[in-house]
Protein backbone atom coordinates (compact mmCIF):
# COMPACT_ATOMS: atom_id res chain seq x y z
CA UNK A 1 0.00 0.00 0.00
CA UNK A 2 2.59 2.39 1.02
CA UNK A 3 4.38 2.09 -2.19
CA UNK A 4 1.38 2.74 -4.33
CA UNK A 5 0.44 5.93 -2.06
CA UNK A 6 3.87 6.69 -3.24
CA UNK A 7 3.74 6.30 -6.37
CA UNK A 8 0.48 8.40 -6.95
CA UNK A 9 2.21 11.22 -4.60
CA UNK A 10 5.28 10.74 -7.71
CA UNK A 11 3.09 10.54 -10.05
CA UNK A 12 0.87 14.12 -9.42
CA UNK A 13 4.02 15.85 -8.80
CA UNK A 14 5.75 15.05 -11.63
CA UNK A 15 2.71 15.75 -13.63
CA UNK A 16 2.49 18.95 -11.95
CA UNK A 17 6.51 19.50 -12.81
CA UNK A 18 6.21 19.00 -16.59
CA UNK A 19 2.88 21.22 -16.95
CA UNK A 20 6.02 24.01 -15.91
CA UNK A 21 8.85 22.65 -17.17
CA UNK A 22 8.66 24.72 -21.06
CA UNK A 23 7.95 22.03 -23.94
CA UNK A 24 10.64 20.53 -25.61
CA UNK A 25 9.39 21.42 -29.44
CA UNK A 26 10.13 19.05 -32.63
CA UNK A 27 8.67 19.21 -36.03
CA UNK A 28 5.89 17.16 -36.60
CA UNK A 29 6.08 14.17 -39.46
CA UNK A 30 3.04 12.56 -41.12
CA UNK A 31 5.42 9.90 -42.92
CA UNK A 32 3.92 6.64 -42.55
CA UNK A 33 5.92 4.29 -39.78
CA UNK A 34 7.16 1.12 -40.72
CA UNK A 35 6.27 -1.93 -37.83
CA UNK A 36 8.88 -3.05 -35.59
CA UNK A 37 10.63 -6.02 -36.30
CA UNK A 38 9.95 -8.93 -33.97
CA UNK A 39 12.85 -10.36 -32.57
CA UNK A 40 13.11 -14.36 -32.34
CA UNK A 41 12.14 -14.92 -28.65
CA UNK A 42 13.23 -17.66 -26.72
CA UNK A 43 11.27 -19.83 -25.29
CA UNK A 44 11.30 -18.95 -20.83
CA UNK A 45 14.56 -20.07 -19.03
CA UNK A 46 13.85 -20.84 -15.15
CA UNK A 47 16.44 -19.36 -13.19
CA UNK A 48 19.28 -21.88 -11.64
CA UNK A 49 18.17 -22.25 -8.13
CA UNK A 50 15.75 -20.52 -6.12
CA UNK A 51 17.63 -18.49 -3.71
CA UNK A 52 19.61 -16.98 -6.52
CA UNK A 53 19.79 -12.84 -6.58
CA UNK A 54 18.59 -11.35 -9.77
CA UNK A 55 19.99 -8.45 -12.06
CA UNK A 56 17.74 -7.47 -14.57
CA UNK A 57 18.77 -4.87 -16.96
CA UNK A 58 17.76 -2.98 -19.61
CA UNK A 59 19.16 -0.74 -21.95
CA UNK A 60 17.25 2.18 -24.10
CA UNK A 61 19.48 3.16 -26.72
CA UNK A 62 19.07 5.59 -29.63
CA UNK A 63 19.77 4.68 -32.81
CA UNK A 64 20.02 7.52 -35.10
CA UNK A 65 22.75 9.09 -36.69
CA UNK A 66 24.28 10.56 -34.34
CA UNK A 67 24.73 7.72 -32.23
CA UNK A 68 26.94 5.95 -34.37
CA UNK A 69 29.82 5.77 -32.47
CA UNK A 70 28.09 4.84 -29.02
CA UNK A 71 26.74 1.91 -30.93
CA UNK A 72 29.93 0.36 -32.02
CA UNK A 73 30.98 0.76 -28.25
CA UNK A 74 27.70 -0.76 -27.07
CA UNK A 75 28.39 -3.95 -29.50
CA UNK A 76 32.01 -3.94 -28.25
CA UNK A 77 30.81 -3.92 -24.29
CA UNK A 78 28.27 -5.47 -23.44
CA UNK A 79 30.52 -8.30 -22.52
CA UNK A 80 32.13 -5.80 -20.14
CA UNK A 81 29.11 -4.75 -18.43
CA UNK A 82 27.61 -8.19 -17.92
CA UNK A 83 31.11 -8.97 -16.48
CA UNK A 84 30.85 -6.32 -14.50
CA UNK A 85 26.99 -6.76 -13.10
CA UNK A 86 28.46 -10.32 -12.58
CA UNK A 87 30.95 -9.39 -10.17
CA UNK A 88 28.71 -9.04 -7.27
CA UNK A 89 28.80 -11.20 -3.61
CA UNK A 90 26.87 -13.39 -3.78
CA UNK A 91 26.64 -14.34 -7.41
CA UNK A 92 23.55 -13.11 -9.82
CA UNK A 93 21.91 -14.38 -12.32
CA UNK A 94 21.67 -11.56 -15.39
CA UNK A 95 18.98 -10.86 -17.79
CA UNK A 96 19.79 -8.46 -20.23
CA UNK A 97 16.84 -6.44 -22.68
CA UNK A 98 17.59 -3.88 -25.53
CA UNK A 99 15.14 -1.62 -26.82
CA UNK A 100 16.53 1.07 -29.48
CA UNK A 101 14.58 3.82 -30.73
CA UNK A 102 14.74 6.65 -33.28
CA UNK A 103 11.50 8.70 -34.01
CA UNK A 104 8.39 9.03 -36.08
CA UNK A 105 9.44 8.84 -39.95
CA UNK A 106 12.70 6.75 -39.82
CA UNK A 107 12.55 3.05 -40.56
CA UNK A 108 10.94 2.23 -36.98
CA UNK A 109 9.79 3.87 -33.84
CA UNK A 110 11.05 1.47 -31.49
CA UNK A 111 12.49 -2.05 -31.54
CA UNK A 112 12.51 -4.37 -28.41
CA UNK A 113 14.58 -7.09 -27.32
CA UNK A 114 13.07 -8.51 -24.52
CA UNK A 115 15.06 -9.74 -21.36
CA UNK A 116 16.79 -13.12 -21.34
CA UNK A 117 19.27 -14.59 -19.41
CA UNK A 118 20.33 -16.04 -22.98
CA UNK A 119 23.03 -12.80 -23.74
CA UNK A 120 24.08 -14.82 -27.19
CA UNK A 121 20.93 -14.18 -28.88
CA UNK A 122 20.50 -10.55 -27.65
CA UNK A 123 23.82 -9.71 -28.98
CA UNK A 124 23.37 -11.46 -32.21
CA UNK A 125 20.61 -9.05 -32.55
CA UNK A 126 22.36 -5.97 -30.99
CA UNK A 127 24.89 -6.98 -34.28
CA UNK A 128 22.06 -6.03 -36.57
CA UNK A 129 21.79 -2.31 -35.40
CA UNK A 130 23.25 0.25 -37.14
CA UNK A 131 23.22 4.17 -36.69
CA UNK A 132 20.73 5.88 -39.07
CA UNK A 133 17.89 8.48 -39.20
CA UNK A 134 17.04 11.52 -36.83
CA UNK A 135 18.38 14.56 -37.71
CA UNK A 136 15.54 17.09 -36.75
CA UNK A 137 16.02 17.32 -32.83
CA UNK A 138 13.97 15.68 -30.11
CA UNK A 139 13.64 11.65 -30.59
CA UNK A 140 10.70 9.16 -29.47
CA UNK A 141 12.42 8.47 -25.86
CA UNK A 142 8.66 8.46 -24.78
CA UNK A 143 7.89 5.73 -27.00
CA UNK A 144 11.01 3.94 -26.07
CA UNK A 145 10.32 4.71 -22.00
CA UNK A 146 7.26 3.40 -22.10
CA UNK A 147 8.44 -0.14 -23.97
CA UNK A 148 11.30 -0.36 -21.43
CA UNK A 149 8.63 -0.15 -18.23
CA UNK A 150 5.44 -1.67 -19.76
CA UNK A 151 6.37 -4.47 -22.32
CA UNK A 152 9.48 -6.27 -20.74
CA UNK A 153 9.34 -9.44 -18.60
CA UNK A 154 10.32 -7.74 -15.90
CA UNK A 155 10.39 -10.59 -13.10
CA UNK A 156 8.44 -10.75 -9.51
CA UNK A 157 11.35 -11.98 -7.89
CA UNK A 158 11.34 -10.32 -4.18
CA UNK A 159 14.46 -7.44 -4.15
CA UNK A 160 16.06 -8.12 -7.88
CA UNK A 161 17.56 -5.16 -8.59
CA UNK A 162 15.69 -4.07 -11.87
CA UNK A 163 17.30 -1.31 -13.51
CA UNK A 164 17.02 1.20 -17.02
CA UNK A 165 19.30 2.67 -18.80
CA UNK A 166 18.14 5.07 -21.11
CA UNK A 167 21.03 6.18 -23.67
CA UNK A 168 21.10 9.04 -26.30
CA UNK A 169 22.08 12.67 -27.09
CA UNK A 170 18.77 14.18 -28.00
CA UNK A 171 15.50 15.46 -25.89
CA UNK A 172 12.27 13.49 -26.28
CA UNK A 173 9.26 14.40 -28.12
CA UNK A 174 6.89 16.46 -25.70
CA UNK A 175 4.59 17.21 -28.57
CA UNK A 176 3.06 14.08 -29.90
CA UNK A 177 -0.57 13.78 -28.85
CA UNK A 178 -1.90 11.00 -27.15
CA UNK A 179 1.60 9.58 -26.22
CA UNK A 180 2.29 8.68 -22.90
CA UNK A 181 5.06 10.61 -21.55
CA UNK A 182 7.77 9.80 -19.21
CA UNK A 183 6.03 11.74 -15.90
CA UNK A 184 3.61 8.79 -15.91
CA UNK A 185 5.77 6.45 -17.07
CA UNK A 186 8.47 7.10 -14.28
CA UNK A 187 5.72 6.90 -11.85
CA UNK A 188 4.82 3.29 -12.94
CA UNK A 189 8.52 2.54 -13.09
CA UNK A 190 8.75 3.99 -9.31
CA UNK A 191 5.19 1.67 -8.17
CA UNK A 192 7.42 -1.60 -10.00
CA UNK A 193 11.21 -0.60 -7.93
CA UNK A 194 12.39 -0.35 -11.66
CA UNK A 195 15.27 2.17 -11.52
CA UNK A 196 15.68 4.73 -14.46
CA UNK A 197 19.37 5.78 -15.07
CA UNK A 198 20.24 8.52 -17.91
CA UNK A 199 23.46 8.59 -19.98
CA UNK A 200 23.70 11.97 -22.54
CA UNK A 201 26.46 11.01 -25.21
CA UNK A 202 27.71 14.74 -26.21
CA UNK A 203 26.89 18.28 -24.70
CA UNK A 204 23.56 19.42 -26.71
CA UNK A 205 22.25 21.79 -23.84
CA UNK A 206 18.90 21.10 -24.62
CA UNK A 207 19.36 17.64 -23.37
CA UNK A 208 20.24 18.13 -20.10
CA UNK A 209 17.57 18.99 -17.79
CA UNK A 210 15.17 16.42 -19.24
CA UNK A 211 17.40 14.05 -19.05
CA UNK A 212 18.65 15.16 -15.22
CA UNK A 213 15.07 14.79 -14.64
CA UNK A 214 14.33 11.53 -15.95
CA UNK A 215 16.97 9.89 -13.59
CA UNK A 216 15.69 12.47 -10.77
CA UNK A 217 11.97 10.93 -11.11
CA UNK A 218 13.35 7.57 -12.12
CA UNK A 219 15.18 7.59 -8.68
CA UNK A 220 18.61 7.18 -10.63
CA UNK A 221 22.13 8.49 -11.79
CA UNK A 222 22.59 11.34 -14.63
CA UNK A 223 25.55 11.38 -16.37
CA UNK A 224 27.41 12.71 -19.52
CA UNK A 225 30.32 10.57 -21.31
CA UNK A 226 31.85 11.93 -24.84
CA UNK A 227 29.68 11.33 -28.19
CA UNK A 228 30.51 7.88 -28.43
CA UNK A 229 30.40 6.95 -25.50
CA UNK A 230 33.58 7.50 -23.82
CA UNK A 231 34.60 3.71 -22.78
CA UNK A 232 37.60 2.36 -22.48
CA UNK A 233 38.74 0.37 -25.60
CA UNK A 234 41.71 -1.69 -24.46
CA UNK A 235 42.66 -4.84 -26.53
CA UNK A 236 45.05 -7.14 -24.66
CA UNK A 237 48.12 -10.07 -25.84
CA UNK A 238 44.82 -12.09 -24.33
CA UNK A 239 42.45 -11.86 -26.44
CA UNK A 240 42.84 -14.21 -29.57
CA UNK A 241 43.50 -16.73 -27.81
CA UNK A 242 40.68 -16.66 -25.39
CA UNK A 243 38.35 -15.81 -28.29
CA UNK A 244 39.70 -19.32 -29.76
CA UNK A 245 38.80 -21.43 -26.04
CA UNK A 246 35.61 -19.57 -26.21
CA UNK A 247 34.97 -21.20 -29.20
CA UNK A 248 36.21 -24.68 -28.46
CA UNK A 249 34.45 -24.65 -24.63
CA UNK A 250 30.96 -23.57 -26.90
CA UNK A 251 31.69 -26.94 -28.90
CA UNK A 252 31.25 -28.81 -26.53
CA UNK A 253 27.55 -28.31 -25.97
CA UNK A 254 25.01 -31.01 -26.83
CA UNK A 255 20.97 -30.12 -26.55
CA UNK A 256 18.35 -32.78 -26.51
CA UNK A 257 14.89 -32.84 -25.55
CA UNK A 258 11.52 -32.38 -27.98
CA UNK A 259 11.73 -30.98 -31.34
CA UNK A 260 10.72 -27.75 -29.98
CA UNK A 261 13.16 -27.36 -27.30
CA UNK A 262 16.01 -28.76 -29.79
CA UNK A 263 15.23 -26.31 -32.14
CA UNK A 264 14.93 -23.10 -29.97
CA UNK A 265 18.62 -24.01 -29.18
CA UNK A 266 19.69 -24.28 -32.34
CA UNK A 267 18.61 -20.72 -32.63
CA UNK A 268 20.69 -19.85 -29.48
CA UNK A 269 23.86 -22.18 -31.81
CA UNK A 270 23.40 -20.06 -34.38
CA UNK A 271 23.38 -16.98 -32.54
CA UNK A 272 26.45 -18.10 -31.30
CA UNK A 273 28.43 -19.10 -34.56
CA UNK A 274 27.41 -15.18 -36.04
CA UNK A 275 29.16 -13.35 -32.87
CA UNK A 276 32.64 -15.86 -33.34
CA UNK A 277 32.04 -14.69 -36.68
CA UNK A 278 31.54 -11.14 -36.69
CA UNK A 279 32.56 -10.16 -33.14
CA UNK A 280 36.31 -8.81 -32.40
CA UNK A 281 38.73 -11.09 -30.47
CA UNK A 282 38.29 -8.25 -27.42
CA UNK A 283 34.61 -8.71 -27.34
CA UNK A 284 34.76 -12.39 -27.63
CA UNK A 285 37.69 -12.31 -25.12
CA UNK A 286 35.20 -10.55 -22.80
CA UNK A 287 32.20 -13.02 -23.15
CA UNK A 288 34.70 -15.55 -22.45
CA UNK A 289 35.40 -14.45 -19.37
CA UNK A 290 31.94 -13.90 -18.60
CA UNK A 291 30.87 -17.28 -19.79
CA UNK A 292 33.31 -18.75 -17.23
CA UNK A 293 31.70 -16.54 -14.26
CA UNK A 294 28.69 -18.74 -12.14
CA UNK A 295 26.64 -15.56 -13.07
CA UNK A 296 27.40 -16.92 -16.97
CA UNK A 297 26.64 -20.29 -16.81
CA UNK A 298 23.21 -19.91 -18.20
CA UNK A 299 24.08 -17.85 -21.06
CA UNK A 300 26.86 -20.70 -21.84
CA UNK A 301 24.53 -23.58 -21.21
CA UNK A 302 21.45 -22.35 -22.57
CA UNK A 303 18.43 -24.97 -21.55
CA UNK A 304 18.37 -28.71 -22.03
CA UNK A 305 22.49 -29.44 -22.08
CA UNK A 306 22.96 -32.86 -21.99
CA UNK A 307 26.78 -32.81 -20.59
CA UNK A 308 25.85 -30.91 -17.49
CA UNK A 309 22.70 -32.23 -16.68
CA UNK A 310 24.08 -35.55 -17.39
CA UNK A 311 26.86 -34.68 -15.01
CA UNK A 312 25.16 -33.14 -12.25
CA UNK A 313 22.52 -36.45 -12.09
CA UNK A 314 19.44 -34.34 -13.43
CA UNK A 315 19.34 -37.13 -16.40
CA UNK A 316 19.45 -40.87 -16.96
CA UNK A 317 21.38 -40.62 -20.23
CA UNK A 318 19.44 -44.37 -20.37
CA UNK A 319 16.50 -43.51 -20.25
CA UNK A 320 16.26 -40.97 -22.53
CA UNK A 321 14.68 -42.12 -25.80
CA UNK A 322 16.37 -41.94 -29.17
CA UNK A 323 14.58 -39.08 -30.56
CA UNK A 324 15.53 -37.06 -27.26
CA UNK A 325 19.20 -37.09 -28.11
CA UNK A 326 21.22 -35.03 -30.02
CA UNK A 327 21.43 -35.95 -33.57
CA UNK A 328 25.12 -37.06 -32.50
CA UNK A 329 24.63 -39.08 -30.72
CA UNK A 330 21.33 -40.89 -32.41
CA UNK A 331 24.07 -42.80 -34.53
CA UNK A 332 26.13 -43.56 -31.40
CA UNK A 333 25.47 -47.20 -30.04
CA UNK A 334 23.90 -46.82 -26.40
CA UNK A 335 26.62 -48.78 -24.42
CA UNK A 336 29.17 -46.31 -25.93
CA UNK A 337 26.71 -42.50 -25.45
CA UNK A 338 28.28 -42.06 -21.93
CA UNK A 339 31.41 -42.31 -22.75
CA UNK A 340 31.38 -39.62 -25.11
CA UNK A 341 29.42 -37.51 -22.91
CA UNK A 342 32.28 -37.97 -20.10
CA UNK A 343 34.93 -37.07 -22.71
CA UNK A 344 32.76 -33.83 -23.39
CA UNK A 345 32.74 -32.80 -19.78
CA UNK A 346 36.34 -33.69 -19.47
CA UNK A 347 37.03 -31.69 -22.43
CA UNK A 348 34.93 -28.80 -20.91
CA UNK A 349 36.61 -28.83 -17.74
CA UNK A 350 39.84 -28.08 -19.18
CA UNK A 351 38.63 -25.55 -21.56
CA UNK A 352 37.00 -24.17 -18.50
CA UNK A 353 40.26 -23.92 -16.53
CA UNK A 354 42.58 -22.44 -19.21
CA UNK A 355 39.64 -20.16 -19.56
CA UNK A 356 39.77 -18.36 -16.32
CA UNK A 357 43.44 -18.67 -15.95
CA UNK A 358 43.72 -17.08 -19.13
CA UNK A 359 41.11 -14.01 -17.64
CA UNK A 360 43.08 -13.86 -15.03
CA UNK A 361 45.83 -12.60 -16.74
CA UNK A 362 43.86 -10.17 -19.31
CA UNK A 363 42.24 -8.89 -15.93
CA UNK A 364 45.75 -7.84 -14.07
CA UNK A 365 46.41 -6.40 -17.48
CA UNK A 366 44.17 -4.63 -17.88
CA UNK A 367 43.73 -3.01 -13.99
CA UNK A 368 46.82 -2.24 -14.82
CA UNK A 369 46.28 -0.47 -18.13
CA UNK A 370 43.61 1.17 -16.55
CA UNK A 371 45.29 2.66 -13.60
CA UNK A 372 47.69 4.60 -15.85
CA UNK A 373 44.69 6.06 -18.15
CA UNK A 374 43.87 9.37 -17.48
CA UNK A 375 40.07 9.48 -17.01
CA UNK A 376 39.34 6.15 -16.29
CA UNK A 377 36.92 7.08 -14.20
CA UNK A 378 35.11 9.29 -15.94
CA UNK A 379 34.98 6.38 -18.66
CA UNK A 380 31.47 4.90 -19.07
CA UNK A 381 33.03 1.61 -17.41
CA UNK A 382 33.54 3.46 -14.59
CA UNK A 383 30.21 5.34 -14.20
CA UNK A 384 28.12 2.42 -14.49
CA UNK A 385 30.13 0.24 -11.93
CA UNK A 386 29.70 3.22 -9.80
CA UNK A 387 25.92 3.77 -10.64
CA UNK A 388 25.07 -0.37 -9.92
CA UNK A 389 27.87 -0.36 -7.04
CA UNK A 390 25.25 1.92 -5.05
CA UNK A 391 22.00 0.99 -6.34
CA UNK A 392 22.15 -2.54 -6.03
CA UNK A 393 23.57 -2.63 -2.63
CA UNK A 394 19.25 -2.11 -1.88
CA UNK A 395 19.07 -5.93 -3.19
CA UNK A 396 21.53 -7.37 -0.81
CA UNK A 397 24.40 -7.21 -3.99
CA UNK A 398 28.39 -6.51 -3.17
CA UNK A 399 30.83 -4.75 -5.55
CA UNK A 400 34.47 -4.25 -4.49
CA UNK A 401 36.25 -5.02 -7.64
CA UNK A 402 36.07 -2.49 -9.74
CA UNK A 403 34.57 -2.54 -13.23
CA UNK A 404 35.10 -4.95 -16.24
CA UNK A 405 36.76 -3.79 -18.99
Not at 199 to 223: D, E, H, K, M, S
Request: charged fraction near 20%; glycine fraction near 8%.
Amino acid sequence: MKHKILGIALFVITVCTVALYPAIRGVALTTTIEPPVTPVVLPPIKPIGNQKPLVEVVFVLDTTGSMDGLIQTAKEKIWSIASTMAQAEPSPEIRMGLVAYRDRGDQYVTQVIDLSDDLDSMYAQLMEFNADGGGDGPESVNAALNDAVNKMSWSQQQDAYQVVFLVGDAPPHMDYQGEAQYPAILATANQRGIVVNTIQCGNLGVTVAPWQQIAQIGGGRYFQVEQAGGALAMATPFDRELAKLSAALDDTRLYFGSVREKAAMEEKTKATDKLHGLASDASRARRAAFNASEAGKRNFLGRKELVEAVTVGEVDLDALAPEALPATLQAVAPAARKKVVEEFAAKRQELQSQIKALSGKRDDFLTDRAAETEGATDSLDHQIYETVRSQASGAGLEYRDGPAY
